[in-house]
């Protein structure tokens, strides 16, 4: 699916919040989304969002965490995910080069799955495009191994903030950086957000009037921490 400012700012509240709920499975952060229409440009609406997700109440951050499937699931469930988050689901678990996960390293994420909910409360999530399944495999190993739950919950949006903005860069993937239609295929990567010591700063504006457009100095900066 992909779709134009045009069309976002067409939707009715309910359809619109339906949209960002694929994207980013807080339901605080779909609302302030659809509230905060109309945006001036795509790189406007990326740089909001991630300013937005960063505002919010961790309850509302761990809504979107507990929302991801378990890595190494065999069945995603259609009644908990439509077709278009089953496509984001599978997009990140099977980018270009990665080979099938193998029933051995499966196993492996099952049970260490289960040892990270019963220790951390939450699912393990982490942004898997780019990664092999031993890479991932290997993260959630070093993440049971931490014994700072605060510093963990942290990492845990910090990834979420990179599945949230590769989404949307994948739903406005056929627009420019101001909405109009033109070739972008590397938006996605430029917008992706380092965690380790990623710059919080954001320009301001005034929800809902599409003020708040990208900052080319802040671009910069998040482009030179991929």
């Known amino acids: 699916m992909n779709i134009g400012l045009k069309e976002l700012h067409a939707m009715n509240p309910d359809t619109c919040r339906a949209l960002f709920i694929r994207i980013c499975g807080s339901p605080a952060w779909s609302k302030a989304m659809t509230n905060q229409r109309p945006y001036c440009c795509v790189d406007g609406l990326l740089t909001i969002a991630v300013d937005t997700w960063r505002g919010m109440q961790n309850r509302d951050k761990r809504d979107a965490i507990m929302h991801h499937p378990r890595i190494g699931d065999t069945v ?28 051995e390293i499966r196993a492996q994420f099952v049970k260490l799955n289960d040892d990270y909910f019963h220790k951390f409360g939450y699912v393990y999530v982490v942004s898997a495009f780019g990664k092999s399944d031993e890479e991932m495999l290997s993260l959630l190993k070093r993440r049971l191994l931490s014994l700072d739950a605060e510093q963990e919950f942290q990492t845990a949006c910090d990834e979420e903030e990179k599945v949230l903005v590769r989404r949307l860069g994948e739903l406005f993937k056929d627009c420019g950086s101001q909405g109009h239609a033109s070739s972008s295929s590397h938006q996605i990567q430029r917008m992706s957000v380092s965690a380790a010591g990623g710059d919080t ?15 080319r100095g802040h671009s910069r900066t998040l482009r030179s921490r991929l």
């Not at 995910?81 to 990140?92: G, L, N, S, V």
């Not at 954001?202 to 457009?213: E, L």
């Open 76 to 103: 995603i469930d259609e009644r908990e995910y439509d077709e278009t988050e089953r496509k984001f689901i599978a997009q990140e678990a099977s980018h270009k080069g990665k080979k099938p996960m193998g029933k």
């Open 201 to 215: 700063s954001a320009p301001t504006g005034t929800p809902g009037t599409g003020s708040r457009c990208w900052n």
